[in-house]
């Protein structure tokens, strides 16, 4: 055994230097979603939606997949980000698509930081059942405030000028909006990966795995939760804030425990606390529920909960999951 | 006299009709390897808990170099110089050993609320963390996870993530529990190759640890100190062998 080397020379240590160096599969999402584009045109209407989808997942796999924080009410953020965009919009006050973006991720940063503060003190069932009451009682206000929200009807045909005052916003071929949210998604993806790849993405998960040892090695748990949560709502905002500007309306829908429960679903389903497991999940369950609503119209949805139940009981961390624990097996076998 | 590291004065704690800890004076003097001892349920892991933080007292203070920190928050007083290991493992299981002490060393020099530059580009948390591991014999396991590990090599990573945080005060508590004898040695030589600057307090229920390590012992009964001296005189002490080593099977 050496012990001369360096101990920054050791495997573990280099790993870990670079675990956040680009991969070549990296690129496959990317390529696929520019082919998506050229080779289906007439379906970017539902390409756009994944990749809203997509962003959404990602904003929750921050809070729950590397933080920990369970929760039911993501949907709120998500909400809150439309409703900017859409009031704004209705109003006549500011429709230009990008600084609209990030008003609607402010508002949603907002109420992620103000709820976070009051919401964090608490922990599993708990924060569960009072993400889903903050989200209710937003949902309930937009029901209510029918003068600025339109109420259950929402709010149609906003109007959206042309991104940079070129690209017109087509609701009919949505080429413009499929680019713009891919390109915001895009954005939003390599600042998670940057975040979750630095010291702070790592004490994030170290608050996943055990809260009470995070305070024995003195780290502001609290703080960090917050900060994280106060993130992962911007980014919900902006999925929301993008979502009203590619379809040009807001509704009840975009605040609904339908959406949230759909996000969790989709994250698990794709396996949470990867980075990628938003992609694959919102892609899987996109296509499944497509395909099983063609094979049974009145009960696709059984089909649905029956995958679940399977993933819960054999694949807990998701289709990533299965894959990696697939490769580790043909690993062990080569080398027996 | 020197001033002591870790004080406590008329230290209690109730819970409910339930007194864990009675009146408790306790001194912990730099460099010190001291041991507390005492049946289960007396109030150690108590003690430990008001110590750290963790619990409020319901009356009595605790000083750190003279300072009163009976107020100061858990995380606070790690920054103060104030660690702890667990009696039973808290560990961050999913993630490698090397992780493990990455987080704890990057709380302490303040890398970690760093958003930008890859955790693994913080050369000096990484060295340090490395350092750490070599020192303890677990440089070969460093990329392994948690849950791959023994459990004696899991209890290595636990003082581990403790020796991370440079304390000045080190708590360990039931360092060797739950280990194997055949290995039990292998936290023994840690234990006792530790800083001589830090002030250690360890509680176990080995005697063979506690009287080859201890300077001195504190022995608890019912949350309340029983007795305290050298090894010498707590092994000799009639009463402190009636309640405790007794039971204990030494004779």
């Given at each position: 055994m050496s012990v001369t080397t360096s101990a920054s020379a050791h495997p573990a240590a280099l790993a870990l230097a670079g675990r956040h160096r680009v991969r070549w599969w990296e690129?496959?999402?990317?390529?696929?979603?520019?082919?998506?584009?050229?080779?289906?045109?007439?379906?970017?209407?539902?390409?756009?939606?994944?990749?809203?989808?997509?962003?959404?997942?990602?904003?929750?796999?921050?809070?729950?997949?590397?933080?920990?924080?369970?929760?039911?009410?993501?949907?709120?953020?998500?909400?809150?980000?439309?409703?900017?965009?859409?009031?704004?919009?209705?109003?006549?006050?500011?429709?230009?698509?990008?600084?609209?973006?990030?008003?609607?991720?402010?508002?949603?940063?907002?109420?992620?930081?103000?709820?976070?503060?009051?919401?964090?003190?608490?922990?599993?069932?708990?924060?569960?059942?009072?993400?889903?009451?903050?989200?209710?009682?937003?949902?309930?206000?937009?029901?209510?405030?029918?003068?600025?929200?339109?109420?259950?009807?929402?709010?149609?045909?906003?109007?959206?000028?042309p991104l940079l005052g070129l690209f017109e916003f087509n609701p009919l071929y949505p080429k413009t909006q499929y680019l713009y949210v891919l390109a915001v998604l895009f954005i939003c993806f390599v600042f998670t990966r940057t975040l979750v790849y630095s010291p702070f993405g790592q004490s994030l998960t170290g608050i996943r795995e055990n809260t009470l040892r995070m305070h024995a090695v003195g780290a502001p748990v609290r703080a960090r939760l917050v900060i994280c949560y106060t993130i992962s709502a911007a980014m919900a905002g902006i999925a929301g804030g993008i979502w009203a500007q590619a379809n040009a309306y807001v509704n009840l829908s975009t605040l609904g425990l339908e959406r949230a429960a759909t996000v969790l679903i989709i994250l698990v389903l794709g396996g949470y606390g990867r980075l990628y497991g938003a992609f694959i999940g919102a892609v899987a369950y996109m296509a499944l529920s497509h395909f099983l609503a063609r094979v049974y119209p009145t009960a696709w949805q059984l089909g649905l909960g029956l995958l679940l139940v399977l993933i819960a009981l054999f694949a807990r961390n998701g289709i990533l999951g299965l894959w990696d624990s697939l490769r580790r097996r043909l690993r062990r076998k080569r080398a027996s | 006299m020197t001033e002591p590291l870790l004080e406590t004065r008329a230290l209690s704690r109730n819970f409910g009709a339930l007194a864990a800890a009675r009146d408790i004076n306790f001194r912990l003097e730099p460099g010190a390897r001291h041991a507390l001892i005492g049946p289960n349920g007396a109030g150690k892991t108590t003690f430990i808990n008001l110590l750290t933080g963790v619990l409020q007292p319901t009356e009595g203070q605790v000083f750190l170099k003279g300072h009163d920190i009976t107020g100061v928050a858990q995380a606070q007083r790690v920054k103060l110089g104030v660690a702890r290991t667990f009696q039973i493992n808290r560990l961050f299981r999913g993630l490698s050993v090397l992780e493990n002490v990455y987080i704890a060393v990057a709380e302490r020099l303040g890398a970690a609320p760093s958003m930008v530059v890859p955790a693994g580009q913080?050369?000096?948390?990484?060295?340090?963390?490395?350092?750490?591991?070599?020192?303890?014999?677990?440089?070969?396991?460093?990329?392994?996870?948690?849950?791959?590990?023994?459990?004696?090599?899991?209890?290595?990573?636990?003082?581990?993530?403790?020796?991370g945080l440079k304390p000045e005060v080190l708590l360990l508590d039931e360092p060797a529990a739950g280990v194997p004898s055949a290995e039990s040695h292998i936290i023994l030589d840690a234990v006792a190759a530790l800083p001589k600057h830090i002030g250690v307090l360890i509680i176990d229920h080995d005697m063979d640890l506690v009287f080859r390590f201890a300077e001195r012992i504190t022995v608890m009964v019912s949350g309340a100190i029983f007795a305290e001296g050298t090894p010498r005189e707590i092994g000799a002490n009639p009463e402190v062998r009636a309640v405790y080593l007794g039971q204990a099977g030494h004779g």
């Open positions: 690129a496959i999402p990317w390529i696929l979603a520019l082919a998506f584009f050229f080779a289906f045109p007439r379906n970017l209407g539902f390409g756009t939606d994944l990749l809203v989808t997509i962003l959404f997942a990602l904003s929750l796999d921050l809070a729950l997949g590397y933080a920990g924080i369970v929760t039911l009410g993501h949907a709120a953020f998500f909400g809150a980000g439309a409703y900017t965009v859409g009031i704004l919009a209705h109003e006549g006050i500011w429709t230009e698509p990008i600084t609209s973006l990030i008003l609607a991720a402010c508002v949603a940063a907002f109420i992620g930081l103000a709820s976070g503060l009051v919401l964090l003190r608490t922990t599993g069932l708990t924060l569960l059942m009072l993400t889903l009451c903050t989200m209710g009682l937003l949902e309930e206000s937009a029901n209510m405030g029918a003068a600025y929200t339109g109420g259950f009807d929402g709010l149609p045909s906003l109007p959206i000028p | 913080r050369g000096d948390v990484v060295e340090e963390a490395m350092q750490l591991l070599e020192m303890l014999k677990l440089a070969d396991d460093a990329g392994h996870r948690i849950s791959e590990l023994p459990y004696g090599r899991q209890r290595l990573v636990e003082l581990a993530i403790a020796l």
